[in-house]
């Protein structure tokens, strides 16, 4: 059994299963540049390491992730562009390049990138408080983590275009019924019920599920990686534009933002 922890990221791993646990739940689990930077270590020490054969994210019964920490997020930007070798893009690469089976288990919010990141996951196991939600227009900006490219080929055009267009909270029922999720249990359960389905997989041959994996993900990996590169442009773009500006003001003053002039 291994164990290692940052203040806001917890990585436990033992009988080859690494728990990659977010741990700032009076945040309601919103990610800092500095959780991201934890978040890809632990996935690149996890890809190379031959004790790990199954990695699981998850997060509270109460809450997944809010997405950014956006107080952290501007004050640590300033207004700067945000380039490919900032920590929540090391974290997305990570994510997709991760070649072993990887599980997420949700519960409560998932908001933006808490959501966006599920994409990416092998397995994916909802609380039925589950609520997702992808609010990117509504701070100014677009999708990110190749979320342009794969939710529509997951869910179809019309539904992608409703989740990030309007950026309304969809619930698990719904990421069921569109694939996003692989069951729905209650909230309380859905923590020990990935770790059972992690272990089940740990017990099988390593060289067949990397090669499974690494089969049924080849026709896209160029595309997301592309698609990655298209979204972080666009996102740091727009990061400096008004809308953006207005959205992050508005929401650091508690006010609904206006967009008549952007």
Do not use: W
């Not at 998932?110 to 994409?119: E, K, Q, R, S």
């Not at 996102?235 to 003001?249: C, D, G």
Request: hydrophobic share 45%; charged share 20%; with cysteine.
């Amino acid at each position: 059994m291994t164990e290692t922890a940052h203040q806001d990221i917890l990585v436990h791993t033992e009988a080859g299963v690494c728990t990659i646990t977010f741990n700032r739940v009076d945040k309601k689990n919103s990610i800092t540049q500095t959780m991201y930077a934890a978040l890809a270590e632990a996935l690149r020490s996890a890809a190379i390491d031959e004790a790990v054969r199954v990695v699981v994210i998850q997060g509270d019964a109460t809450v997944f992730s809010a997405g950014n920490d956006i107080g952290d997020f501007l004050a640590r930007q300033s207004g700067q562009p945000l380039t490919q070798e900032a920590p929540v893009f090391q974290f997305l690469h990570a994510l997709a390049d991760f070649p072993k089976p990887l599980i997420a288990a949700v519960a409560g919010p998932a908001v933006g990138i808490g959501t966006t990141m599920l994409l990416h996951c092998d397995l994916v196991y909802a609380g039925d408080n589950a609520a997702f939600s992808l609010p990117f227009v509504n701070l100014g900006l677009c999708p990110e983590a190749a979320s342009s490219l794969l939710l529509p080929r997951l869910m179809g055009y019309h539904r992608a275009a409703e989740a990030l267009m309007l950026g309304e909270p969809f619930m698990a029922e719904a990421a069921l019924e569109v694939g996003l999720v692989n069951r729905v249990v209650p909230p309380t359960e859905v923590n020990a019920y990935a770790q059972s389905q992690a272990a089940k997989l740990a017990a099988k041959p390593m060289s067949a599920l990397i090669e499974t994996k690494r089969l049924m993900k080849a026709g896209q990996r160029d595309a997301i990686k592309a698609q990655m590169a298209t979204e972080g442009e666009s996102f740091s773009r727009m990061l400096v534009e008004p809308a953006a500006r207005e959205a992050f003001t508005a929401f650091m003053e508690k006010r609904k933002p206006d967009f008549s002039k952007c």
